[in-house]
Nanobody, 125 residues
Framework: EVQRVESGGGVVQAGGALRLACVAAESTGEEDTIGWFRQVPGKEREGVSSISITDGSTDYAASVKGRFTISTDNAKNTVSLQMNNLRPEATADYSC??????????????????WGPGTQVPVSS
């Protein structure tokens, strides 16, 4: 089982920045894609960004492209999501998820096997 835990959430003003981290509990090779998702109560989970552990390719939702950056450290233990120029509509619970080897997760939640507990990001206007 691959365990990752999110950190870095917290209240931020509109226009501000926040950096989320998705940290592996232990080093593992049982991963293909790490995805960041966000969810607001009563709404469907939304894919924000993803990164391939195998080749480093990244993807972003249109709503965050140019403002959010996903990256990983050399050991691939930490996957970070730098969020700049945050807007009030970004308020949500943010979770990172792991897809198994050879499963390219993209923005489809059903393709991810392991999920972190989430971290809250309230953006005040």
């Amino acid at each position: 089982e691959v365990q990752r835990v999110e950190s870095g959430g917290g209240v931020v003003q509109a226009g501000g920045a926040l950096r989320l981290a998705c940290v592996a509990a232990e080093s593992t090779g049982e991963e293909d894609t790490i995805g960041w998702f966000r969810q607001v109560p009563g709404k469907e989970r939304e894919g924000v960004s993803s990164i391939s552990i195998t080749d480093g390719s990244t993807d972003y939702a249109a709503s965050v492209k140019g403002r959010f950056t996903i990256s990983t450290d050399n050991a691939k233990n930490t996957v970070s999501l730098q969020m700049n120029n945050l807007r009030p509509e970004a308020t949500a619970d943010y979770s990172c998820a792991v897809s198994l080897p050879f499963v390219v997760g993209g923005f489809l939640p059903n393709l991810y096997t392991y999920w972190g507990p989430g971290t809250q990001v309230p953006v005040s206007s």
